[in-house]
């Protein structure tokens, strides 16, 4: 017993770091964040409190609005398009082809730039003056117009582009390890059987990936709430609201605008956003652990 | 024990002789900037060798874009770790730093250099706060001037500037027809407030554009006034090439430089592209006050001092704000990057044409002040947003959008 209380001591002192950084640097930056939300606060924090002032003008914003249903769109766009063009690369590197080791680096490589260098590419491809419009037209189709970035209604689209070329060889690593470790058996089985290999991976190989899809999608997910260093590099927000994000109406205003307490409610908004996205699933999780452990 | 105490003696010692080092070490400051581009670099490599030759040391930290460069000095304030100097405008901008005491006055280099005399009195009062002066003005910038390609206008058939603004669409349907792109357009927000502007004041004004700026005016002739330079900007779209979203000002320079495209809006420190590209003002290219205006948006740089609590900095700070203010380094500074200098006794005779142009309206006192110095950053940024929605929205009802306009002083 008192070996057992002696080993739980020792246990919470080692945790006292993560605890306190888990209290002061999470928890604590979280609460001065929303304190500040309430208050009328610009370049530096201010203790005089508005209440829901900042929030009522935040959502008065064309600007603030714009950017919630632009990280929507690519949002979905973007996880979709990464979990299905990373698993057909998985399946297609599955079929034992050579070079797969190649393959696996050159679509994996996008994943290790960094997203300014993804948006700096693709915005000088997509530049109508410099990239592939202007080769294109240099060639003699004169007509031919590619002009995303510059488009205000296909401004988004070409953040998804090239968002999901930087994402998918993430997803194709994970499903491709995946796609390994289901038992050759199964193959074997559906063969003599006369499947077709496509219905093959889409009604026996999908289904079991479930989890590692689920978990790649997960990361992708959580880098659509960050996303502002792409939007930066390609468009600025532009044109007009046509890209603007929530990350990065929120450095805006922390930085450019010195206005402090609309920054800060925007992101307090933003958290409570995933919040409520997420908690609903962790309680789901929460109640098939408990069904689990009474069974 | 004997061992620890000869330790502690070679410490002493060695610690005496850094102490020592660092006595004699000269005033070394860190200078933050968005200075980058090819003129603004050179001008500022300006204030660098007139503050090394005095024995300063210099320690350069320019940040590409003056939002960047912004965040990046806000986040160092935060974090208590200020750099020496910070290039920033004459405005509001500095007020909150000045307010919160982040700041070192500078008074005693101002008096000793009697800049009362030396400057006009309206910046005086606008880098003085609360009796002391804080900043030290490097120089005035026009922003209201037209750039042209020279060889441009003439492949056109264009023989004169344009007087009126009907004039000068007729010139760019001219260029356009000779295969040039009529408008070199710099893309940003920032970039497309400055046109609005300058349109604005040739509209309004120069107590009409006050009256919308500094009184908030609503009143008829300012909403009318504010619809004809929403429509003015509305026809400029015509005119654009299919690259210009998010372009920089000096990319936009460059295509006047290579006579691809015919004028730009632009402050006068595109000036500074065309000397670093080795054109001459007047052979090369031309600059005129936007058509049918009659005075100058104009915009003042300093550079700001914040305390850092070392002593030495303290001291590269005042060096650093005399060489600033010197009567040679200000005309230097000022061929260099295009700009105005701010002080009033200076030798005038070196500046070029368009300087000479701009310092004239400075003089007769046919200035406004950009937005930057009247609003603060939180309108500043509606502003932009309001012209960019128009520009780039397509819509031509400049009535409504003037409505609108009055809704970024809120």
Known sequence: MSVKRKRNLSATIALLPTWFAAVVVFIGTMAWSIRLSFTNSTLFPSSTYVGFAQYAKLFASAKWLASLQNVLIFGVLYVAGCLVLGFLLAAALDRKIRFESAFRAIFLYPYAMSFVVTGLIWQWMLNPTLGIQASVRSLGWESFVLDWVVNRDMAIYALVLAGVWQGAGLVMVIALAGIRGIEAEQWKAARIDGIPVWRIYVSIILPQLGPALAAAGMLLAMGVIKTYDIVVAMTNGGPGNATEVPAKFIMDNLFGRQNLGLATAGATVLVLGVVIAVAPFRYAMHMRNQAKGGA | ?410
């Open chain 2, 1 to 410: 024990m004997k061992t620890m105490m000869k330790l502690f003696l070679a410490g002493v010692a060695f610690a005496g002789f850094f102490a020592a080092a660092h006595a004699e070490d000269k005033p070394t400051i860190e200078i933050m900037s968005s200075w980058t581009s090819g003129g603004e670099a050179a001008a500022l490599n300006v204030i660098r060798s007139e503050f090394e030759k005095r024995g300063g040391v210099w320690k350069d930290s320019s940040i590409a874009g003056f939002g960047a460069a912004d965040a990046a000095f806000q986040n160092r304030i935060v974090a208590g770790d200020a750099p020496g100097a910070k290039q920033g405008v004459i405005g509001l901008a500095a007020a909150d730093f000045v307010s919160q005491g982040l700041f070192n006055p500078i008074d005693d280099v101002a008096a000793a250099g009697k800049w009362t005399d030396a400057l006009p009195k309206s910046i005086h009062d606008l880098i003085s706060y609360d009796g002391k002066v804080y900043l030290a003005p490097t120089g005035a910038h026009g922003e209201s001037w037209v750039f042209y390609s020279k060889e441009a206008f003439s492949k056109a058939g264009i023989s004169q500037e344009p007087k009126s603004w009907d004039e000068f669409f007729a010139d760019l349907d001219k260029l356009k027809a000779a295969g040039i792109i009529p408008v070199a357009w710099g893309g940003q927000p920032w970039q497309q407030t400055k046109v609005f502007n300058m349109i604005l004041l040739s509209q309004v004004g120069t107590d009409g554009f006050l009256k919308i700026y500094a009184d908030k005016d609503k009143g008829e002739a300012s909403v009318e006034g504010v619809k004809k330079t929403l429509e003015i900007l509305g026809r400029l779209r015509g005119y654009v090439d299919a690259g210009a979203a998010g372009r920089n000002w000096n990319d936009a320079t460059a295509m006047l430089i290579t006579d691809k495209a015919g004028v730009q809006f632009m402050g006068d420190w595109a000036k500074g592209e065309f000397t670093v590209a080795g054109q001459e003002p007047g052979k090369d290219y031309g600059c005129m006050i936007a058509p049918e205006s009659k005075g100058m948006v104009y915009i003042a740089d300093a550079l700001w001092f914040p305390k850092t609590g070392n002593a030495q900095t303290d001291k590269a700070q005042k060096l650093l704000a005399e060489v600033v203010m010197d009567p040679t380094v200000q005309v230097e500074f000022a061929l260099k990057k295009g700009s105005v200098p701010m002080r009033s006794d200076v030798d005038k005779s070196k500046l070029d044409a368009c300087a000479q142009k701009g310092l004239e309206l400075m003089s007769a006192g046919a200035i406004v002040p950009d937005q930057a110095i009247v609003l603060t950053p939180q309108q500043v940024g509606a502003l932009d947003d309001f012209v960019d929605e128009y520009w780039s929205g397509g819509s031509n009802d400049a009535g409504t959008a003037a409505e609108n306009f009055f809704a970024i002083f809120e």
